[in-house]
């Protein structure tokens, strides 16, 4: 029978029904008839149902051999017994406009069996759903084949009944299809389907909220022998999911499971606290509390019925849990599945149910091909149940995402398949014997099948232990990503002995003491595995892993000491060594570098790769308790100082030394004439095989020999005799002994420059007009920091509304940057002149505005360490300010073209060059006159005031002369830095002896928001390498203080003076400046 007859009884709703069925062959009385038995308009030439306002009835058809299309306007109102709209057709669509509310159910029944590429079901509800009675789901969607679409947008869809779903899709047997062309119900026939079809749901930001679940999906298809199910796409927005046992569940044989939690997360709904609604003639919107607790599950994806080969619910599994998502359940995520794909940046919380039985956790993370099926025991019988697991089970935890089962056994598992686990971000376990933080169970016995790997990337916290285990040999534990990390190698333990996390079959009750969640492990090893339990005080955490990897092109530093590790190959990046000791360890350097101080077993470096003691230019030794080996195409880099000490391998059996590999130093600025000098490098205890090729070195004037005497490595130098002509000074020095900061000092200082000049436009006074000597007319006037209050000239007035005046002053400026953090100081001073015009007008109701045109010429004199940067600046600049009452706003920005010349010492020799820089620089002010507030006297201003200020300056590349062999050639390198400031200015007016005197004082705290140390590359020609040198682009931190004064010198024209400080870190500085104004 179909659904609607084993759900029905001689009702009214039948008798509805049985109209309906007649109506199918009165098309000349149809939409009469459809009328009658909806109460909705029926339009039929789109066989559309629309229904709007108060309907006496729920609709309810059923229309099999039709299609069916709803709308629901937002007026409509369905006070039914729980039942809004229940429709079958051949295909079904349902749309509820925005702002429509149903107090009861949607139920979409679709019976076709021959579905198109458009959805059988095609549901939106982008109003509200509060649904019905018991057992009833807020939405759900049923049909036997065909895809299936589920959209709701911002209202909530909340179902009241403790036993059902929020959102609800099945593909159910009882799902049948009638004989075509007959009307009579009785008849029916099933048709056999060989694939379900797709299913798709996406939430908006209103909360989904079920009984037992949020969201439940069955495409497993009516006859799940011969059945295969479509594609399950769910996609969660804002809004929340919560139930009280299931979040998401999914039922599938074979098709894709691809699930996206947005940032509402899942949460639990208690089941005894779902509130009772009353029935209302109007819809109305009800809250729903969503109190804490623990759901079952937050996702679910079971396989079909049964534990076989066969049967084992998706081909792939997708799940992503974005960043700012939360998954709170006593089991995160549990999915079966041939292949898993899961990312979570977001969080998930595993903990135990407060009221009921724990269900198979609680677990971060669980996943395999077949849960239910999964034996610890291994035993061939067993085994030979199983799905064959030839998937991956791939598992990210990104740098914002997080897994916390401190409350639960263990927070990722990975069953079956291959495992691919990588974590940049947050892994908690339980303390408990049994628990983990990560624990790979592998009952695969084709070793031919990927091996199981671990991957810690940049950001990786893991608390508890990580283990593996199973028969197989090549299960990797890897350090990978692009970023820094650090590992402690003592962490890395044997084959794991203890108790192994045994998961339970979904649906079995069993206590919540911990204990019984676990069994004892039995051989899952190969019987020659050694099994090592974790001594008391150790720090072992990793277990069964048997090799470890570098990859990616990050640098990864090893710490600790251990006796068990037996291996390491690195395949990208750089591998540093800090004090580690592992004498079992053999590296194999693929790729990349390897470089620190430490000890290991042996070492291969293959072609392309870089075997560096030490850090940086640092001095260090690395030790091998076995061969040493660089093959063709390999490079032994090492640092060397003129005082005799050197890097240093030591081997303690033989060094084998390709003729095609490299040994290259880098020696530090210095001496190197002693007759005495030699370095060595490597030592054998078994002797040194061959010698390197080539010797390159980063010094132009002195030459770096290798010396082998079959048990070592020395390295002598020859420094260069100085050339014909030169005189019997001192030898040169080495490039790097000699200061060559003046090249990043001048962009530095070019953006002092710059910036000084933009501030003198910005503090120009402002003209105005129309207030008598000694007296400001009106509160617009007193809005500036410096205030004119002459009259107009005669002969003058009347002829524009826009005053105009002229502008002369000198301004002066000097700054010293300490040497901080590694990076050299310098000095900088500059002094120039500016001239311009500025316009003024009032514009009524207190408002006016100022525009200023300037130019100006300085100079500039840097003094570094060793060396100089002098330049002459011209400066061109616009300027502006506008009050408003109380409000001022004020800005300049200022254009600067400078010529530098560049000198150094170099030894006895001095470097020169000239170079181009160009300068951007501005600021942007704004400052609110409190004093009538505060009750200060008329003309007083007292204004906090924020502003930003900044500059971009751009050095042309050039190329030194005078220093021979060692002059530097700078490539183009920009200086910049933005400030952002907060501050209080305070202003006022007296007259003093008749004279109008107007002075000020602004202090402000300003910190850098952008900008970096300004450096420049150098290199020198014919000498690989090059020199980064860098100097500071401005304080971090600076707080100013700055006092000015504007004073009448006779008629139309006033001076004015500034004098000002600013304190940093590592940069103090003192300006200074004179002018006046003309007014016309």
């Given at each position: 029978?179909?659904?609607?007859?084993?759900?029905?009884s001689?009702?009214?709703?039948?008798?509805?029904?049985s109209?309906?069925?007649v109506?199918?062959?009165l098309?000349?009385?149809?939409?009469?008839?459809?009328?009658?038995?909806?109460?909705?308009?029926?339009?039929?030439?789109t066989?559309t149902?629309?229904?709007?306002?108060?309907?006496?009835?729920?609709?309810?058809?059923?229309?099999?051999g039709?299609?069916?299309?709803?709308?629901?306007?937002?007026?409509?109102?369905?006070?039914?017994?729980?039942?809004a709209?229940?429709?079958?057709?051949?295909?079904?669509?349902?749309?509820?406009?925005?702002?429509?509310?149903?107090?009861?159910?949607?139920?979409?029944?679709?019976?076709?069996?021959?579905?198109?590429?458009?959805?059988?079901?095609?549901?939106?509800?982008?109003?509200?759903?509060?649904?019905?009675?018991?057992?009833?789901?807020?939405?759900?969607?049923a049909?036997?084949?065909?895809?299936?679409?589920?959209?709701?947008?911002?209202?909530?869809?909340?179902?009241?009944?403790?036993?059902?779903?929020?959102?609800?899709?099945?593909?159910?047997?009882?799902?049948?299809?009638?004989?075509?062309?007959?009307?009579?119900?009785?008849?029916?026939?099933?048709?056999?389907?060989?694939?379900?079809?797709d299913?798709?749901?996406?939430t908006?930001?209103?909360?989904v909220?079920g009984?037992?679940?949020?969201?439940?999906?069955?495409?497993?298809?009516?006859?799940?022998?011969?059945?295969?199910?479509?594609?399950?796409?769910?996609?969660?927005?804002?809004?929340?999911?919560?139930?009280s046992k299931?979040?998401i569940?999914?039922?599938?044989?074979?098709?894709?499971v691809?699930?996206?939690?947005?940032?509402g997360?899942?949460?639990?709904?208690?089941?005894?606290?779902?509130?009772?609604?009353?029935?209302?003639?109007?819809?109305?919107?009800?809250?729903?509390?969503?109190?804490?607790?623990?759901?079952?599950?937050?996702?679910?994806?079971?396989?079909?019925q049964?534990?076989?080969r066969?049967?084992?619910?998706?081909?792939?599994?997708?799940?992503t849990?974005?960043e700012?998502?939360?998954?709170?359940?006593?089991?995160g995520?549990?999915?079966?599945?041939?292949?898993?794909?899961i990312?979570?940046?977001?969080?998930?919380?595993?903990?135990?149910?407060?009221?009921?039985?724990?269900?198979?956790?609680?677990?971060g993370?669980?996943?395999?091909?077949?849960?239910?099926?999964?034996?610890n025991?291994?035993?061939?019988?067993?085994?030979?149940?199983?799905?064959?697991?030839?998937?991956?089970?791939?598992?990210?935890?990104?740098?914002?995402?997080?897994?916390?089962?401190?409350?639960?056994?263990?927070?990722?598992?990975?069953?079956?398949?291959?495992?691919?686990?990588?974590?940049?971000g947050?892994?908690?376990?339980?303390?408990?014997?049994?628990?983990?933080?990560?624990?790979?169970?592998?009952?695969?016995?084709?070793?031919?099948?990927?091996?199981?790997?671990?991957?810690?990337?940049?950001?990786?916290?893991?608390?508890?232990?990580?283990?593996?285990?199973?028969?197989?040999?090549?299960d990797?534990l890897?350090?990978?990503?692009?970023?820094?990390?650090?590992?402690?190698?003592?962490?890395?333990?044997?084959d794991?002995e203890?108790?192994?996390v045994?998961?339970?079959?979904?649906?079995?009750d069993?206590?919540?003491?911990?204990?019984?969640?676990?069994?004892?492990?039995?051989?899952?090893?190969?019987?020659?595995?050694?099994?090592?339990?974790?001594?008391?005080?150790?720090?072992?955490?990793?277990?069964?892993?048997?090799?470890?990897?570098?990859?990616?092109?990050g640098t990864?530093?090893?710490?600790g000491?251990?006796?068990?590790?037996?291996?390491?190959?690195?395949?990208?990046?750089?591998?540093k060594?800090d004090?580690?000791?592992?004498?079992?360890?053999?590296?194999?350097l693929?790729g990349?570098?390897?470089?620190?101080?430490?000890?290991?077993?042996?070492?291969?470096?293959?072609?392309?790769?870089v075997?560096?003691?030490?850090?940086?230019?640092?001095i260090?030794?690395?030790?091998?308790?076995?061969?040493?080996?660089?093959?063709?195409?390999?490079t032994?880099?090492?640092?060397?100082?003129?005082?005799?000490?050197?890097?240093?391998?030591?081997?303690?059996?033989?060094?084998?030394?390709?003729?095609?590999?490299?040994l290259?130093?880098?020696?530090?600025?210095?001496?190197?004439?002693?007759?005495?000098?030699?370095?060595t490098?490597?030592?054998a205890?078994?002797?040194?095989?061959g010698t390197?090729?080539?010797?390159?070195?980063?010094l132009?004037?002195?030459?770096?020999k290798?010396?082998?005497?079959?048990s070592?490595?020395?390295?002598?130098?020859?420094?260069?005799e100085?050339?014909?002509?030169?005189?019997?000074?001192?030898?040169?020095?080495?490039?790097?002994?000699?200061?060559k900061?003046n090249?990043?000092?001048s962009?530095?200082?070019?953006?002092?420059?710059g910036?000084k000049?933009?501030d003198?436009?910005?503090?120009?006074?402002?003209?105005?007009?129309?207030?008598?000597?000694?007296?400001p007319?009106?509160?617009?006037?007193?809005?500036?920091?410096?205030?004119?209050?002459?009259?107009e000239?005669?002969?003058?007035?009347?002829?524009?509304?826009?005053?105009?005046?002229?502008f002369?002053?000198?301004?002066?400026?000097?700054?010293?940057?300490?040497?901080?953090?590694?990076?050299?100081?310098?000095?900088?001073?500059?002094?120039?002149i500016?001239?311009?015009?500025?316009f003024y007008?009032?514009l009524?109701?207190?408002?006016?505005?100022?525009?200023?045109l300037?130019?100006?010429?300085?100079?500039?004199?840097?003094?570094t360490?060793?060396?100089?940067?002098d330049?002459?600046?011209?400066?061109?600049?616009?300027?502006?300010?506008?009050?408003?009452?109380?409000?001022?706003?004020?800005?300049?920005?200022?254009?600067?073209?400078?010529?530098?010349?560049?000198?150094?010492?170099v030894?006895a020799?001095?470097?020169t060059?000239?170079?181009?820089?160009k300068?951007v620089?501005?600021?942007?002010e704004?400052?609110?006159?409190?004093?009538?507030?505060?009750?200060?006297?008329?003309?007083?201003?007292?204004?906090?005031?924020?502003?930003?200020?900044?500059?971009?300056a751009?050095?042309?590349?050039?190329?030194?002369?005078?220093?021979?062999?060692?002059?530097?050639?700078v490539?183009?390198?920009?200086?910049?830095?933005?400030?952002?400031g907060?501050?209080l200015?305070?202003?006022a007016?007296y007259?003093?002896l008749?004279?109008?005197?107007?002075?000020?004082?602004?202090?402000?705290?300003?910190t850098?928001?952008?900008g970096?140390?300004?450096?420049?590359?150098?290199t020198?020609?014919?000498?690989?390498?090059a020199?980064?040198?860098?100097?500071?682009?401005?304080?971090?931190?600076?707080?100013?203080?700055?006092?000015?004064?504007?004073?009448?010198?006779e008629?139309?024209?006033?001076?004015?003076?500034?004098?000002?400080?600013?304190?940093?870190?590592?940069?103090?500085?003192?300006?200074?400046?004179?002018?006046?104004?003309?007014?016309?």
């Amino acid at each position: 029978m179909s659904e609607f007859k084993t759900r029905t009884s001689m009702t009214r709703g039948q008798l509805l029904l049985s109209v309906s069925v007649v109506a199918m062959g009165l098309v000349s009385y149809g939409r009469q008839a459809e009328a009658q038995v909806a109460g909705c308009d029926f339009d039929t030439a789109t066989g559309t149902y629309t229904c709007a306002g108060d309907l006496g009835e729920p609709l309810v058809l059923d229309k099999s051999g039709a299609d069916v299309n709803v709308i629901v306007e937002p007026s409509a109102n369905f006070p039914g017994n729980g039942t809004a709209i229940r429709v079958t057709g051949s295909t079904v669509k349902i749309d509820a406009l925005p702002g429509s509310k149903l107090n009861g159910t949607i139920n979409a029944t679709a019976v076709t069996d021959t579905p198109g590429s458009d959805p059988v079901i095609d549901i939106n509800v982008d109003g509200a759903i509060l649904g019905g009675e018991v057992l009833n789901s807020a939405i759900r969607a049923a049909a036997a084949a065909g895809d299936i679409r589920i959209v709701t947008g911002d209202g909530e869809i909340r179902s009241n009944s403790p036993g059902a779903s929020a959102i609800a899709v099945t593909r159910r047997a009882d799902v049948e299809i009638l004989q075509p062309n007959t009307l009579d119900l009785s008849i029916e026939k099933p048709v056999a389907i060989t694939r379900t079809g797709d299913v798709s749901i996406t939430t908006g930001s209103g909360n989904v909220i079920g009984g037992d679940h949020a969201i439940n999906v069955d495409n497993r298809g009516y006859q799940t022998k011969t059945s295969r199910g479509g594609r399950i796409a769910i996609e969660t927005g804002s809004g929340q999911l919560a139930a009280s046992k299931y979040g998401i569940q999914t039922y599938t044989t074979g098709g894709s499971v691809d699930i996206t939690v947005g940032t509402g997360g899942i949460g639990y709904q208690g089941g005894d606290q779902v509130p009772t609604v009353a029935r209302s003639a109007e819809p109305e919107d009800v809250e729903i509390a969503v109190p804490e607790g623990t759901m079952k599950y937050g996702i679910l994806n079971r396989p079909g019925q049964g534990s076989s080969r066969d049967n084992y619910g998706a081909e792939t599994v997708t799940i992503t849990v974005v960043e700012g998502s939360n998954i709170t359940a006593a089991t995160g995520i549990r999915s079966n599945g041939a292949s898993h794909d899961i990312e979570i940046s977001g969080d998930i919380v595993a903990r135990p149910g407060s009221r009921a039985p724990t269900y198979s956790g609680p677990y971060g993370i669980l996943v395999g091909k077949n849960i239910p099926a999964f034996s610890n025991s291994g035993s061939e019988a067993k085994v030979a149940e199983l799905p064959t697991a030839d998937g991956t089970n791939t598992i990210r935890i990104t740098q914002s995402g997080s897994v916390d089962a401190s409350q639960g056994i263990a927070a990722i598992v990975s069953l079956q398949n291959a495992s691919d686990i990588t974590v940049a971000g947050r892994v908690v376990g339980s303390d408990i014997e049994a628990g983990a933080a990560i624990a790979i169970i592998d009952d695969r016995r084709d070793l031919t099948l990927p091996a199981n790997r671990v991957e810690l990337q940049s950001g990786y916290d893991i608390t508890g232990n990580v283990y593996v285990s199973g028969p197989r040999t090549d299960d990797v534990l890897a350090l990978g990503g692009d970023g820094d990390l650090s590992f402690d190698i003592g962490k890395i333990g044997g084959d794991y002995e203890g108790l192994l996390v045994s998961p339970k079959p979904v649906g079995e009750d069993f206590s919540n003491e911990i204990n019984l969640q676990t069994v004892p492990a039995e051989p899952l090893a190969l019987n020659d595995m050694v099994m090592i339990t974790p001594e008391e005080g150790t720090s072992e955490q990793f277990f069964g892993f048997d090799a470890f990897e570098k990859i990616g092109s990050g640098t990864a530093t090893l710490t600790g000491s251990s006796k068990l590790i037996d291996n390491l190959t690195v395949r990208e990046g750089t591998v540093k060594l800090d004090k580690t000791l592992a004498n079992r360890m053999a590296i194999d350097l693929i790729g990349g570098r390897l470089t620190g101080a430490g000890g290991f077993g042996s070492l291969i470096a293959r072609s392309g790769t870089v075997v560096s003691p030490g850090s940086g230019t640092g001095i260090g030794t690395l030790t091998s308790t076995s061969n040493v080996t660089f093959e063709a195409g390999s490079t032994f880099a090492v640092n060397l100082r003129a005082d005799g000490t050197s890097d240093l391998i030591d081997v303690g059996d033989a060094a084998r030394i390709s003729n095609a590999a490299t040994l290259a130093v880098t020696a530090a600025a210095g001496d190197y004439n002693g007759d005495d000098l030699a370095w060595t490098v490597l030592v054998a205890d078994e002797g040194v095989d061959g010698t390197f090729g080539t010797v390159t070195d980063n010094l132009v004037d002195v030459d770096f020999k290798d010396v082998y005497d079959g048990s070592s490595v020395v390295l002598t130098a020859t420094v260069a005799e100085a050339a014909p002509g030169g005189g019997a000074g001192p030898a040169p020095a080495a490039p790097g002994a000699s200061d060559k900061t003046n090249g990043p000092a001048s962009g530095a200082s070019a953006g002092f420059s710059g910036l000084k000049f933009s501030d003198a436009m910005a503090n120009l006074p402002t003209v105005g007009s129309g207030a008598v000597e000694g007296t400001p007319s009106t509160r617009n006037v007193a809005t500036s920091e410096f205030i004119s209050t002459k009259s107009e000239p005669a002969g003058m007035s009347g002829l524009t509304d826009i005053d105009m005046s002229t502008f002369f002053s000198t301004f002066a400026e000097k700054s010293d940057v300490e040497d901080a953090g590694g990076l050299s100081g310098y000095d900088v001073q500059s002094t120039g002149i500016a001239a311009g015009v500025s316009f003024y007008n009032s514009l009524g109701d207190a408002a006016s505005y100022q525009v200023n045109l300037g130019l100006g010429y300085s100079q500039t004199n840097v003094d570094t360490a060793e060396g100089a940067a002098d330049s002459d600046d011209l400066h061109f600049g616009l300027s502006g300010s506008y009050a408003q009452g109380a409000l001022r706003l004020s800005g300049a920005l200022g254009y600067s073209a400078s010529e530098f010349d560049l000198s150094r010492r170099v030894g006895a020799a001095v470097a020169t060059a000239t170079t181009d820089v160009k300068t951007v620089s501005g600021l942007v002010e704004a400052s609110y006159d409190v004093a009538p507030q505060m009750g200060l006297t008329s003309g007083a201003r007292l204004a906090p005031l924020v502003r930003l200020r900044g500059y971009q300056a751009t050095v042309d590349g050039y190329s030194e002369t005078g220093a021979g062999l060692q002059n530097l050639n700078v490539a183009e390198l920009d200086s910049d830095a933005v400030y952002a400031g907060i501050g209080l200015r305070y202003g006022a007016v007296y007259d003093a002896l008749g004279t109008t005197l107007r002075p000020s004082v602004t202090m402000v705290y300003d910190t850098m928001i952008s900008g970096e140390d300004t450096n420049a590359i150098g290199t020198i020609t014919g000498v690989e390498g090059a020199f980064d040198t860098s100097v500071k682009s401005g304080a971090d931190d600076l707080l100013s203080l700055d006092m000015n004064m504007t004073y009448e010198i006779e008629d139309a024209v006033e001076g004015f003076v500034n004098l000002g400080g600013s304190v940093g870190d590592d940069v103090n500085a003192l300006r200074a400046g004179v002018g006046l104004t003309i007014r016309f």
